[in-house]
Each structure stands twice: as C-alpha cells, then as structure tokens.
C-alpha cells in the first residue's frame, strides 16, 4: 500500500487512460489555480508549544451536527466510476470506515439511494443550479428521503470555465457511465463527441442557469427542511450575505482550479470570510490539502474542517474502496502526528498563534 498521497497519485496516472486523467486533474484558463491553494498552503509554518500533556489525543469535531473522526470530509467530484466501476457506492463505504464525511455530486454515476446504503457516515448533496427548478427540487427531496444531512449549492460556476485540456481531447463522458441521479435527456450534451469542443462545458450553456441570485436561495430552501451550504465563497462580501441569507455553513473554494483563473487561492480567502462569519456559521475549506499538517493549517486559519478532492480519486482508482479508505487514513493519521508535536490534544487547540504566515506573493 503506498505511504504517502504523492505515490497514490503516479499509480492512479498509470491506471487511467489520458483523457480520463486530463479531465480529472486539468485546471481552467493558464491552469494557474491547480497549484494555487497548495502553494497558499506552504507559505505557512508551524509554530509548536512544548510541555503539553498530548498522551491522550482527540481529532473528533461535528460538523453542521454530524460526528466526524476527525475535521476531515471529501469534496464533491462528479462520476467516480472514471476511477472505479463501483464509483461512489466504493467511496461512501470508505468514507464511513474513516469517519469521514462525503459530499455527494448531483453528477454522481450511482443513484442517491446505492450510495446511501452503502454509507455509515454523513453524506452532504452538491447541486449545481439547473434551468429545471423541478429537477433541482426532486433531488432536494430524494437526498432528505435517502438520509443526506445537507444540501451543498454550488455558487462559483454560473457556466463552466474554459479548460483547454478537455477541449483539446474533445473530451465527453464515456458510454456506460452516467449521471443516473438526473434526467438522461438533459445530460445527453456530456455525451457527445465533438473534435476540439469539451462536451462538459457545452453541457454545463445547456443546463445551468446563470440568472440566479441570493433571492433565489429562499425557493431552494422551500424544497427542503435540510441546512444549506453554499460553495464556492471567496470574499467576506459575500460570507456576510451567506449570513444574512440564513446559509448554515460555508465552503471556501477555487473548485480545484477548474473556474475563475487569476482569483485569489482559497487559504488566503479563508481569514477575512472567518471574520465577517464571526461564528455565525460553519467554515470549511476547500482546496491543496495534501498531508495532515494542511488539516492543521486551515484550523489555525479559522476553519471548522477542511474537504480533500482529488486524492480521494487516486485512491479509488488504486485499489476502489480500500484505496479512498488508505487516503482518508493517512490524512487522519499525519493530522493526529501534527497535534502530538504541536501540543494541540483536540482540534479546538489550534488558533491563530500556531501558525505564522509568509508575506511573500505567491508567483
């Protein structure tokens, strides 16, 4: 089994085909944004306190209410069957093994009800915002049914940015897999081929609806008695309408790279959101997390908990369950590591002072 994220990354490269991989790990524009967050991430250092009683050590939180073995749960990422023919029924089981949360993609290529019953952890349901309020709805009310314990809206992709490395492999969804939770009649464009067009973002002019406001988040929280979480947030302008909309958490996120490129990585973002949320909702960030010690770093930062994206994929694609499940365990285990050296017995010790942050802009 391999020891470190890094080598579950160059055995996933091998196992999957070129496109498949471009279209998993590219970024938008310039790609500038992959290596954003990570870089955000290394300009902070540690800073430990010595003397302190860490034999007994306790990584658990809750989020939104939910137990968590550690401040750890797995972004929304569309079609894990990319990685594994069990796709996200292989993950929910691995996320549940871990105590991990799992956020569910509106695209998942496993119905809602396969993953939940495969699942002894918390799921979250990610929605991007369709031109069909009823599909939008019924997901909504199948997720409550199933058992999901929030829906997460994505807010940070009105349309999907240009990726050049989908649109140079003219890339589409393969046949066989699907996104089984929605109509297939609109999702037929993420299927067709097209030389030098991504079908996904051909898809996402078809489907998505880019008219949408903060007013609108009252008609989405009709459909549901379940907390809503918006992802995608940046800017303490936008933290305080989140607030004053009655979101009950935030996720801090560059969606992996994928959309607006030149922003602002997620890391720096996260201290002024903290402090225009001031506690009145949940954080998370989203985004570089690579090893415990980045687990370590966005607490300090302000954050409740953070979510891990791709890794989570390198491992499916290694070994399906066992790998995501090897992923999650190795974050936990180098986090627990982290709080004996750092004198943090329990996440809630890891503040402002332990860390310093580097002036340096990033390049």
Partial sequence: MPLTLREYEAMARERLSAPVWDFLEGGSGTE????????????ITLRPRCLVDVSHRDPRTTLLGAPLAAPLGIAPMAYHELANPEGEVATARAAG?????????MFASRSLEDIAAAASGPLWLQLYWLKSREQLATLARRAEAA????????????????????????????????????????????????????????????????????????????????????????????????VKYGTEGIIVSNHGGRQLDFARAAPDCLPEIVEAVSGRCSIILDGGIRHGADIA???????????????????LAHSGSDGVAGILQRLTEEFDEVMALMGAPTPADFTSSGIFRSVISAP
């Avoid at 500038?32 to 300009?43: E, F, K, P, V």
């Avoid at 907390?227 to 305080?240: F, M, N, R, S, Y």
């Fill in 32 to 43: 500038s944004m992959l290596s954003a967050g990570r870089r955000a991430l290394d300009r």
């Fill in 97 to 105: 093994e871990a105590g991990a949360l799992f956020t569910v993609s």
């Fill in 297 to 315: 770093k966005s607490l300090c930062l302000g954050a409740d908990a953070v979510f891990v994206g791709r890794p989570v994929l390198w491992g």
């Fill in 147 to 242: 058992g999901y314990r929030a829906l997460v809206l994505t807010v940070d992709a009105p349309s999907v940015a240009h990726r050049p490395r989908d649109a140079r492999n003219g890339f589409s969804i393969p046949p066989g897999i699907r996104a089984v939770n929605v109509d297939p009649a609109m999702m037929a464009a993420s299927h067709g081929h097209t030389p030098g067009q991504s079908a996904i973002a051909r898809h996402s002019k078809e489907q998505f609806d880019s008219s949408i406001t903060w007013e609108d988040l009252a008609w989405l929280r009709e459909q549901t008695s379940l907390p809503l979480v918006l992802k995608g947030i940046l800017t303490a302008e936008d933290a305080e309408l989140c």
